[in-house]
């Protein structure tokens, strides 16, 4: 009887406790920080669109509601001003735009604009931004 449990506390008992004391480090294959990513699709950090406008007239940029909705439909708005070298010619911003706007509809829905424009309205009132 005296050997059994002297056998159980040999297999059973001391491994475990040995165990719990143990430290692991960073090594080649280990590491101690957890690395998992969910692939949840608020989680995905995508670039968004661009969508190339010639003023910021009316589109409270810089307004942090406003930002949240162009986070959330998955757009940002670009000012390219006329005249300068670097920018885009009207048929190729109209066809960019328009394939942006194309985008838009297949991810967001067909009426993603009416949510846009109601949420703008409900930004500005919420921030009282009515300028710009």
């Known amino acids: 009887m005296r050997g059994l449990l002297i056998t159980i506390c040999l297999f059973f008992i001391i491994p475990v406790t040995a165990q719990e004391k143990l430290k692991f480090g960073d090594t080649g294959k280990t590491n101690t920080s957890p690395t ?3 692939s949840d699709k608020k989680i995905k950090n995508k670039k968004p669109l ?3 406008k010639n003023s910021p007239n009316g ?3 810089g307004n942090t509601c406003m930002e ?3 986070s959330d ?3 940002i ?3 390219q001003r006329k005249g300068r070298s670097d920018t885009m010619n009207e048929l190729h911003r109209f066809f960019h735009n328009m394939m942006v706007k194309l ?3 297949f991810k967001n829905g067909p009426f993603w604009k009416f949510k846009l424009k109601k949420r703008r309205k409900e930004c500005r009132a919420l921030t009282g931004d ?3």
Do not use: C, D, N, S
């Open 103 to 105: 985008k838009l509809t």
């Open 36 to 38: 998992y990513k969910p």
């Open 73 to 75: 439909l998955g757009f």
């Open 68 to 70: 949240e909705v162009f």
């Open 130 to 132: 009515y300028v710009g």
């Open 50 to 52: 661009q969508w190339v």
């Open 77 to 79: 708005y670009t000012i």
């Open 59 to 61: 589109l409270l940029m």
